[in-house]
């Protein structure tokens, strides 16, 4: 495997991951049953992608990204921050497009760098893109 594809496919596997420790902390505040059911599909999107990545590198015996204590923890402070004063739906739908922005943002600066990888691995990460994409459109009518 090229350590381009290798990168990639980390990179799908950070952002999945971080989004569904997002989603798993954030979802005790959550009040609308609506928003609910739609984190819990995003948690299964997620899940799926992170998979699909995770397949890939373990099959070709690549290094698989670990996500630390203190990322985690970083996580679950911002979130529990930034809903302290206010959790509401609109709130939650707030932080969660934001967090879909920066795993894009994060995606699109890792496919720019990483150039030379297949098509398979290439192929995942824009499934992740075009996954937070959507979910970001289905949010907004949260706000």
Known sequence: MKKDDQEILKEVQKNSSMAINAINTISEKVHDNA?????????LWYSVIQNKATDRLQNERAEEYHTSAMQDLMLKGGIQMNTFTNCSTSKIAEL????????????????NHHQNSGNLSMEVAKELVDFEQKSIARLKKFL
């Not at 609910?36 to 995003?42: A, F, R, T, W, Y």
């Open 35 to 43: 928003l609910q059911q739609e984190l819990s599909k995003q948690k």
């Open 96 to 111: 969660m497009i934001q967090g879909s922005n920066r795993g894009i943002t994060s995606m699109w600066k890792s496919m």
